[in-house]
């Protein structure tokens, strides 16, 4: 099954809900530590905020042959099961989207990994009994053991997890 995202905002709220602000502080905790963007081997689950697991997802960045990219799902915490009712994990992009939105998300991350800076963005994501899950995300580089921005670490906040009504689609 192909899932087409559909982006419903990308500017930055005034206010982050708490679990945003919180991964947003750790990440930029973690470059202000190193004086650098901060390198996936870096990330210590342990050292994570509490709380914040559930939601985080980790990102690889591969380049291939003939120099095409693909994204693979390193790691998606239970939230991102629970929400999207599947395991992406270890899954690639183009294997489980649509071909636009496989296109939208490598322009959006090659992006944040060329201005080494987070993103934000509200989103909904379709479901395969025709509602949509909602969520908003910040996402942020990290680097390679070689200090090339090649993997992503993000944290998902879903909106309408634990008997919140989701939205209905229109498709």
């Not at 995202?5 to 470059?31: H, S």
């Not at 998300?105 to 944040?112: C, S, V």
Request: charged fraction near 25%.
């Amino acid at each position: 099954m192909q899932i087409a995202e559909r982006t419903v905002d990308t500017e930055w709220p005034e206010t982050l809900p708490v679990p945003l602000e919180r991964f947003l502080a750790y990440w930029q905790g973690l470059r202000q530590q190193a004086g650098r963007l901060p390198r996936r081997r870096e990330i210590d689950p342990l050292e994570i905020p509490r709380g914040l697991l559930p939601g985080i997802g980790i990102f690889d960045w591969l380049p291939q042959t003939g120099g095409a990219i693909r994204i693979r799902y390193r790691l998606l915490g239970d939230n991102h099961t629970r929400a999207i009712q599947r395991n992406l994990s270890g899954c690639y992009f183009d294997d489980v989207h649509a071909p636009d939105t496989v296109a939208a998300l490598l322009a959006e991350y090659a992006g944040i990994l060329a201005s080494g800076e987070p993103a934000y963005v509200r989103r909904a994501t379709p479901l395969p009994n025709h509602e949509f899950a909602v969520f908003q995300r910040i996402i942020a580089p990290l680097l390679d053991d070689q200090d090339q921005p090649r993997h992503l670490i993000g944290y998902w906040l879903w909106e309408n997890l634990d008997n919140e009504p989701r939205y209905r689609s229109a498709i």
